[in-house]
Structures are given as structure tokens and as C-alpha cells.
């Protein structure tokens, strides 16, 4: 069965400091893969998107994902956290056959910077 | 502004009513998705439609039905309303698929149901 994990319900981190939140997936066939971010009472926003090339992606508002195939995974980072960066963070992943997308989601892990 | 228009943004309502949620799409995008997000819970995927057809369902309650019209604009209709249908509740959508594969998938800003 296709699935998206993300193993960490919450992460904290201090502002300044480097942040990872973890992503794996068990979809075949080479999957596309998405960072989304939500804020409180917002809908999701795009953060950034692997579809081939050099396994570090660079998307918005500094951050970066990095793709490890023989890992599955595709952990989101940030050289430096801000406390602004507070908020739900989700992986998804679509499969790259098909005619019509169908993306699966992680259950979200909430990112905590303090000051 | 991701593209994606949803309206109503809020929406009160008692138990036992029906509700219509409705959503355009990013110009162009012919996939539509819908998704509830509860408090305890996490993003869960209800259906979805591309160009006016049910194309996957996920956790759709029987109470719930949906449809893509021929303006690709869709619509989520809620019934026999319960207190543990509040929610927020998203649409998404993204482009064809195919060839564009990889579209990424856009998402409005929601509509707040409260069921009281």
C-alpha cells in the first residue's frame, strides 16, 4: 500500500539553530515529492518539490529537502530556524505514471522555534 | 494566493442540516480534491475529481457526496449534518496528469464549518 510518513509528531528547535523534519514514503515507481506548510487557520502552501535532478531541493522562505533513494525519504531542512517558521508541516508524494495525480499526504508534524 | 477559491470561508449550521461547500479551481487545473482537517486529526483525504469525473475516494462519509461540473468548478455537499462533522475543509486543486505529471497540488484557503 502507498504511504507517507512523517515519525515525528513535533519537533523543537531554538531560533538560530538548524531544523530537520522527517519524511519517508512507501510509493513505487519514483515518486514526485512536496513540502507543504500550514499556518494557523490557513490552507496549505507550497514549500518546495522534487521531481529529478541534484537530490537537494531548494524552495521557499529558505528552506531545503534533501532526497535520499535508497532511504525513501526526503527530510525538510533550514540551516537556521526562526521563530516565524512556527507552524504544521506536511510531505506528500504522487506517483510518476498516471494520467491523473493522485498525492498522498503525511499526518503533519508541527515545528515549535523558541526565542 | 495559491489560485484555488473557496467559499463559504465560515459557515454555522445546526445538526441535521445540509451545507454546500463550493470550490473554483486554478485556472487550467482539471484535478479537484477535496480534504477534511479536524482538530485531532490529520489531512484526510475525502474524493477526488479530474475534468468532471470521481477519479479516487478516500474517507467520504455516505453523507457526503461531491461533483466536478462541466466549468471544472466543484461543489461538496454535506448532509444530515453531526456535531462531528465540524471541520475545516479543504479543496485543492492541480494540473493534468500524463505527460504533466508532477503538478503540484494547490490548495484554497478553506471553509470552517461549525456544527452546532
Known amino acids: 500500500a502507498q504511504s507517507v510518513a512523517q515519525p515525528e509528531d513535533q519537533v523543537n528547535v531554538a531560533e538560530g539553530n538548524p531544523l530537520t523534519v522527517k519524511c519517508t514514503y512507501s510509493v513505487s515507481g519514483n515518486p514526485y515529492l512536496f513540502w507543504y506548510v500550514q499556518y494557523p487557520n490557513r490552507g496549505l502552501q507550497f514549500l518546495l518539490k522534487?521531481?529529478?535532478?541534484?537530490?537537494l531541493v531548494k524552495g521557499s522562505y529558505g528552506f531545503e529537502a534533501e532526497f535520499n533513494k535508497s532511504q525513501t525519504s526526503f527530510h525538510l531542512k533550514k540551516p537556521s530556524a526562526l521563530v516565524s517558521d512556527s507552524a504544521l508541516y506536511f510531505c506528500a508524494v504522487t506517483p510518476r505514471r498516471g494520467n491523473f495525480n493522485k498525492f498522498y499526504f503525511g499526518s503533519g508534524t508541527k515545528l515549535n522555534v523558541k526565542p | 494566493d495559491s489560485g484555488v477559491t473557496q467559499t463559504p470561508k465560515h459557515l454555522i449550521t445546526a445538526t441535521g442540516q445540509r451545507v454546500t461547500l463550493r470550490c473554483s479551481p486554478r485556472?487550467?487545473?482539471?484535478?479537484v480534491y477535496w480534504y477534511q482537517q479536524s482538530l485531532d486529526q490529520g489531512l484526510q483525504f475525502l474524493i477526488q475529481?479530474?475534468?468532471?469525473?470521481?477519479?479516487a475516494k478516500g474517507n467520504i462519509l455516505e453523507r457526503f457526496s461531491a461533483q466536478q461540473f462541466p466549468d471544472l468548478h466543484s461543489e461538496l455537499n454535506l448532509s444530515s449534518l453531526e456535531l462531528g462533522d465540524s471541520a475545516l475543509y479543504f479543496c485543492?486543486?492541480?494540473?493534468?496528469?500524463?505527460?504533466?505529471?508532477?503538478?503540484?497540488?494547490?490548495f484554497g484557503e478553506g471553509s470552517w464549518l461549525t456544527v452546532v
Open positions: 475529481y479530474y475534468n468532471g469525473e470521481e477519479r
Open positions: 485556472s487550467g487545473d482539471l484535478s
Open positions: 522534487y521531481i529529478t535532478g541534484d537530490n
Open positions: 485543492a486543486s492541480s494540473g493534468a496528469g500524463g505527460t504533466f505529471s508532477g503538478n503540484t497540488i494547490y
